[in-house]
């Protein structure tokens, strides 16, 4: 308006450069600028009608300023502005008073206003008079102090800022999201990885005392009789006993090369025809190396010959005993004629046409390995009773020992390739080391994605939070910690 | 999280989209196997963190930036290059307050069913504030001066932190594996037995059944 008042005068009559169409020009220019103030002054006049509503107000003293603070304190939302007592909202002129001017101080703003305020609003001795009855809702912030403040967003609107936030806050979601499919995928894959390997009791108690056969507990380990069972597994003890008092371990062996009908194959199973899967039992301690017929016959010598034999063929024992159970189906259980009088021998009953029951051992802990777990006294002892179990349980179970005990002795990576590589394991248990390993790998795989995402998160948290143009430094930390606090 | 992924709460899951997949979990209790996969983890992770985070700080600070250091003084083209590399590092107070924010809220959600948390986040602390006393005084430069948001925000997170700690605590304490309870009997609720609660305590005289009634009468007093 200066410049067009200069102007007006520059080509007015008693100007040398005097131009009546120029003058004109400057002249409806001056007018028209002139209009404009005037409204401007007259809408600033209205008070709580007009817009521009925003205040720099300064107390006499800190007390004051925090009570001011305090009673407007839910002002900063829109519940707590619509709920805003009378007496702390914009009215009538004669209910403000005058404040003169001191250090420390509050923007007073009206919701609707643009966040910045005007530079002769900012530090000025401020009261507003306002010459309307209606009264508005005022939103009251404690303004940061002067070296706490990022002039550089000053002057970014409120609507700028707000969209912003909302902008960040999506990313945010969106980044959380991932990290929680990420996290999900890994425990998934962590899940798959447990429920590849069957229960450790499953595999080396319950199917091994089904195997068995017949199995009495004597309640007192100690005092073992001649007349005691054969194999006594003491509860909580992995290894099973001899009677005599050596220590034998049980495991399941494999060999591909007995065919189905060997004459030397007798107790054997076939489950799908490709499998033969017995138990094993040789000292505790003792090495593959170790394991000579000489030293298990020495051990079966101990044994009354309708429980236990060698199998010359192999040079290991199985048990002429075992229930039929872990390998036979429901309804073919024909291959052990011996099956159904060991069960009725324990009280179990039994019929070799039915569906196999298993006497298994009778810990205390009856129910803990599932099955029927039907106790029946049987002199001082307990027996429970297992259903049957079918082949591919017993061939995982296998496989489970087999990798858990390369993994223990060569470690996860070199253990499971020499059970892959191995001759007899490797082609019945190469789909669960497979598996096994995709699982590991995607573990290790999300792990190391997880900590990747995080990493990246961070530091595009920290960029991000740039962008909300925070007015204070102070704001701009809090609000990167909250954050940082949620990712 | 961790809660989330593993928990089942049927009430619950049934509200959220089946791609999410929370609160649609293996555990429906705290029971053995949670604590034996799901509990572990969560003491490791406190037990990691005690450590982790100022370990990282120290590579950070002795590591890399002693490395860059050295870099910049053989190599820098002016005298305010130096300076600017040569001046020391921020103390990212964001940071570590919303390490120790976290781990606030996670030992309050979760010391109901592991009570080692609280030693873990006692040692946690005391190693933060010996760390982040040392780092300031001998290595930051002087951190500029903040407002009280982050304080504010710590102080609504609390509540909240609260709420989660007095959920987590009944659902693992609702497990009967490990907290067995019995019924209350309708013996056990005769209102003489709940009136006369110090009178059956000190009438029962070492009898079993007498001694079963007060403590049920007190059950029931105390509900």
């Not at chain 2, 999280?1 to 928990?7: G, R, Y």
């Given at each position: 308006?200066?410049?067009?008042?200069?102007?007006?005068?520059?080509?007015?009559?008693?100007?040398?450069?005097?131009?009546?169409?120029?003058?004109?020009?400057?002249?409806?220019?001056?007018?028209?600028?002139?209009?404009?103030?005037?409204?401007?002054?007259?809408?600033?006049?209205?008070?709580?009608?007009?817009d521009?509503?925003?205040?720099?107000?300064?107390?006499?003293?800190?007390?004051?300023w925090?009570?001011?603070?305090?009673?407007?304190?839910?002002?900063?939302?829109?519940?707590?502005?619509?709920?805003?007592?009378?007496?702390?909202?914009?009215?009538?002129?004669?209910?403000?008073?005058?404040?003169?001017?001191?250090?420390?101080?509050?923007?007073?703003?009206?919701?609707?206003?643009?966040?910045?305020?005007?530079?002769t609003?900012?530090?000025?001795?401020?009261?507003r008079?306002?010459?309307?009855?209606?009264?508005?809702?005022?939103?009251?912030?404690?303004?940061?102090?002067?070296?706490?403040l990022?002039?550089?967003?000053?002057?970014?609107?409120?609507?700028?800022?707000?969209?912003?936030?909302?902008?960040?806050?999506?990313?945010?979601?969106?980044?959380?999201?991932?990290?929680?499919?990420?996290?999900?995928?890994?425990?998934?894959?962590?899940?798959?990885?447990?429920?590849?390997?069957?229960?450790?009791?499953?595999?080396q108690?319950?199917?091994?005392?089904?195997?068995?056969?017949?199995?009495?507990?004597?309640?007192?380990?100690?005092?073992?009789?001649?007349s005691?069972?054969?194999?006594v597994?003491?509860?909580?003890?992995e290894?099973?006993?001899?009677?005599?008092?050596?220590?034998?371990?049980?495991?399941?062996?494999?060999?591909?090369?007995?065919?189905?009908?060997?004459?030397?194959?007798?107790?054997?199973?076939?489950?799908?025809?490709?499998?033969?899967?017995?138990?094993?039992?040789?000292?505790?301690?003792?090495?593959?190396?170790?394991v000579?017929?000489?030293?298990?016959?020495?051990?079966?010598?101990?044994?009354?010959?309708?429980?236990?034999?060698?199998?010359?063929a192999?040079?290991?024992?199985?048990?002429?005993?075992?229930?039929?159970?872990?390998?036979?189906?429901?309804?073919?259980?024909?291959?052990?004629?011996?099956?159904?009088?060991?069960?009725?021998?324990?009280?179990?009953?039994g019929?070799?046409?039915?569906?196999?029951?298993?006497?298994?051992?009778?810990?205390?802990?009856?129910?803990?390995?599932g099955?029927?777990?039907?106790?029946?006294?049987?002199?001082?002892?307990?027996?429970?009773?297992?259903?049957?179990?079918?082949?591919?349980?017993?061939v995982?179970?296998?496989?489970?020992?087999?990798?858990t005990?390369?993994v223990?002795?060569?470690?996860?990576?070199?253990?499971?390739?020499?059970?892959?590589?191995d001759?007899?394991?490797?082609?019945?248990?190469?789909?669960?080391?497979?598996?096994?390993?995709?699982?590991?790998g995607?573990?290790?795989?999300?792990?190391?994605?997880?900590?990747?995402?995080?990493?990246?998160?961070?530091?595009?948290?920290?960029?991000?939070?740039?962008?909300?143009?925070?007015?204070?430094?102070?704001?701009?930390?809090?609000?990167?910690?909250?954050?940082?606090?949620?990712? | 999280?961790?809660?989330?992924?593993?928990?089942?709460?049927?009430?619950?899951?049934?509200?959220?989209?089946?791609?999410?997949?929370?609160?649609?979990?293996?555990?429906?209790?705290?029971?053995?196997?949670?604590?034996?996969?799901?509990?572990v983890?969560?003491?490791?992770?406190?037990l990691?963190?005690?450590?982790?985070?100022h370990?990282l700080?120290?590579?950070?600070?002795?590591v890399?930036?002693?490395?860059?250091?050295?870099?910049?003084?053989?190599?820098?083209?002016?005298?305010?290059?130096?300076?600017?590399?040569?001046?020391?590092?921020?103390?990212?107070?964001?940071?570590?307050?919303?390490?120790?924010?976290a781990?606030?809220?996670?030992?309050?959600?979760?010391?109901?069913?592991?009570p080692?948390?609280?030693?873990?986040?006692?040692?946690?602390?005391?190693i933060?504030?010996?760390?982040?006393k040392?780092?300031?005084?001998?290595?930051?430069?002087?951190?500029?001066?903040?407002?009280?948001?982050?304080?504010?925000?710590?102080?609504?997170?609390?509540?909240?932190?609260?709420?989660?700690?007095?959920?987590?605590?009944?659902?693992?304490?609702?497990?009967?594996?490990?907290?067995?309870?019995?019924?209350?009997?309708?013996?056990?609720?005769?209102?003489?037995?709940?009136?006369?609660?110090s009178?059956?305590?000190?009438n029962?005289?070492?009898?079993?059944?007498?001694?079963?009634?007060?403590?049920?009468?007190?059950?029931?007093?105390?509900?």
């Amino acid at each position: 308006m200066d410049k067009a008042a200069l102007m007006q005068g520059k080509y007015s009559q008693a100007s040398p450069w005097r131009d009546a169409d120029q003058y004109q020009k400057w002249t409806a220019v001056v007018d028209e600028k002139t209009q404009v103030v005037q409204s401007l002054r007259k809408s600033l006049s209205d008070g709580a009608s007009g817009d521009a509503s925003i205040a720099f107000v300064t107390f006499n003293c800190e007390e004051s300023w925090r009570r001011c603070v305090e009673d407007y304190r839910s002002s900063t939302s829109c519940f707590g502005r619509m709920l805003q007592p009378a007496a702390l909202r914009l009215g009538d002129v004669s209910t403000i008073a005058e404040q003169p001017s001191t250090p420390g101080a509050s923007a007073v703003r009206s919701p609707h206003d643009s966040r910045s305020p005007t530079p002769t609003q900012v530090g000025a001795p401020t009261t507003r008079k306002h010459a309307t009855t209606a009264s508005t809702a005022i939103k009251v912030e404690a303004s940061p102090a002067p070296e706490d403040l990022d002039f550089r967003n000053m002057y970014a609107s409120e609507n700028s800022v707000c969209a912003r936030q909302y902008l960040v806050l999506a990313m945010l979601v969106a980044f959380l999201m991932i990290c929680t499919f990420v996290f999900a995928a890994s425990e998934t894959a962590a899940a798959s990885v447990d429920a590849s390997f069957k229960s450790s009791w499953l595999c080396q108690k319950e199917i091994p005392s089904s195997a068995a056969g017949t199995r009495l507990v004597d309640p007192d380990y100690g005092n073992l009789t001649s007349s005691a069972p054969l194999i006594v597994r003491v509860k909580s003890a992995e290894a099973a006993v001899c009677r005599g008092g050596a220590s034998v371990a049980e495991s399941l062996g494999y060999n591909k090369s007995v065919a189905s009908g060997d004459a030397d194959s007798e107790f054997e199973y076939e489950g799908d025809g490709k499998y033969f899967l017995w138990f094993e039992v040789r000292p505790a301690g003792t090495t593959d190396a170790e394991v000579n017929e000489n030293a298990i016959r020495a051990i079966a010598a101990a044994q009354p010959e309708s429980l236990m034999q060698p199998v010359p063929a192999i040079g290991k024992i199985a048990y002429v005993d075992r229930c039929a159970g872990p390998c036979v189906e429901a309804g073919n259980a024909g291959l052990f004629s011996g099956v159904a009088s060991q069960i009725s021998n324990v009280g179990q009953g039994g019929d070799a046409n039915a569906e196999v029951v298993c006497p298994t051992i009778g810990f205390d802990e009856a129910n803990a390995g599932g099955g029927n777990s039907e106790e029946s006294a049987v002199g001082a002892s307990f027996v429970n009773t297992a259903t049957t179990y079918p082949p591919q349980l017993l061939v995982e179970c296998y496989c489970q020992q087999e990798l858990t005990s390369q993994v223990q002795k060569l470690g996860p990576i070199a253990g499971s390739a020499a059970v892959l590589s191995d001759s007899d394991s490797g082609d019945v248990c190469s789909t669960l080391v497979t598996g096994y390993i995709s699982a590991s790998g995607l573990v290790i795989l999300a792990g190391f994605i997880t900590t990747v995402v995080n990493s990246i998160m961070r530091a595009v948290l920290h960029c991000v939070t740039n962008l909300e143009l925070h007015i204070s430094w102070s704001d701009l930390k809090a609000s990167l910690m909250q954050k940082l606090f949620i990712s | 999280m961790v809660v989330a992924l593993n928990a089942n709460v049927p009430l619950v899951s049934q509200l959220i989209p089946q791609f999410v997949g929370l609160l649609k979990g293996e555990y429906s209790e705290m029971n053995d196997e949670w604590h034996a996969r799901v509990g572990v983890g969560i003491v490791a992770v406190q037990l990691f963190n005690i450590a982790m985070p100022h370990l990282l700080v120290f590579i950070d600070e002795f590591v890399v930036v002693a490395l860059k250091r050295d870099w910049v003084t053989r190599f820098a083209v002016s005298q305010a290059e130096l300076e600017q590399e040569l001046k020391a590092t921020e103390f990212d107070l964001e940071d570590r307050y919303a390490l120790a924010l976290a781990n606030v809220v996670i030992v309050l959600m979760f010391n109901a069913g592991y009570p080692v948390l609280n030693a873990v986040a006692a040692v946690s602390f005391g190693i933060t504030y010996w760390v982040d006393k040392t780092l300031l005084l001998r290595v930051y430069k002087k951190p500029e001066k903040v407002g009280s948001q982050s304080a504010q925000y710590a102080a609504k997170i609390l509540p909240i932190a609260f709420l989660l700690h007095l959920g987590l605590a009944w659902w693992s304490y609702s497990d009967e594996y490990f907290m067995p309870s019995t019924s209350l009997t309708a013996a056990a609720v005769d209102p003489s037995t709940c009136y006369g609660l110090s009178a059956g305590v000190n009438n029962a005289t070492g009898s079993g059944e007498s001694s079963k009634l007060a403590g049920a009468g007190a059950h029931v007093i105390g509900e």
